[in-house]
């Protein structure tokens, strides 16, 4: 099994991957960080808004370096768009959910421009990342989460690994 876990950007992604890859022995996997390592995707930098604008092809070029490991199982992904992934790869979606306060700390303190945490609080106010994962999987694998606190972090850490083992997934 493999884990997707998604969410605005500064919900808490990074972290959580970190951690959970750590205390369960899974493979880290960030999508973005692939598009980096791959040459010919370097063209579709868009330095304004910082990030890479990938279509279909250079989705699909990532995927295609991402499929043996997904095949060995034991990943956990990154990506705040759950909709580019085929569906059999994931047997747990999680989505983090952050504050509009907490979003624009975090993000202020990244140096992203105004523009850029105004997009960011708007996505998340507008559930876009949540519709994402709700459009590609079954409800029954998604888990959306507060992401706000050190101690949401933790309960969401203890109730993560509760799912993972009443779901046969070996820790
Ligand atoms: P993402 O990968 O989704 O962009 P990060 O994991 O990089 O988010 O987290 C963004 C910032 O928020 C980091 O400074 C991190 O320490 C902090 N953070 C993450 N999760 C929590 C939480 N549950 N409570 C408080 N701060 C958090
Ligand atoms: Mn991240």
């Excluded at 063209?43 to 250079?58: F, K, M, S, T, V």
Aim: negative net charge.
């Amino acid at each position: 099994m493999n884990i997707l876990v998604t969410g605005t950007p500064g919900t808490g992604k990074t972290t959580l991957c970190q951690r959970l890859s750590e205390q369960l022995h899974l493979n880290y996997l960030h999508f973005g960080s692939y598009a980096r390592n791959i040459p010919v995707l370097q063209d579709l930098w868009n330095e304004q808004i910082q990030c890479y604008d990938l279509d279909d092809e250079a989705e699909n070029m990532i995927m295609d370096e991402m499929e043996p490991l997904m095949e060995q199982g034991r990943c956990i992904v990154e990506h705040h768009d759950a909709r580019p992934f085929p569906e059999r790869w994931f047997g747990l979606v999680i989505i983090l959910r952050s504050s509009t306060e907490q979003l624009f700390d975090r993000l202020s303190s990244r140096h992203y421009s105004q523009e850029k945490v105004q997009e960011n609080i708007q996505a998340e106010i507008f559930n876009i990342c949540k519709e994402q994962a709700e459009e590609s999987y079954s409800p029954s694998i998604i888990l959306e989460l507060q992401s706000n606190t050190l101690d949401d972090f933790n309960s969401n850490v203890d109730l993560i690994q509760q799912w993972l083992s009443s779901h046969q997934f070996q820790q």
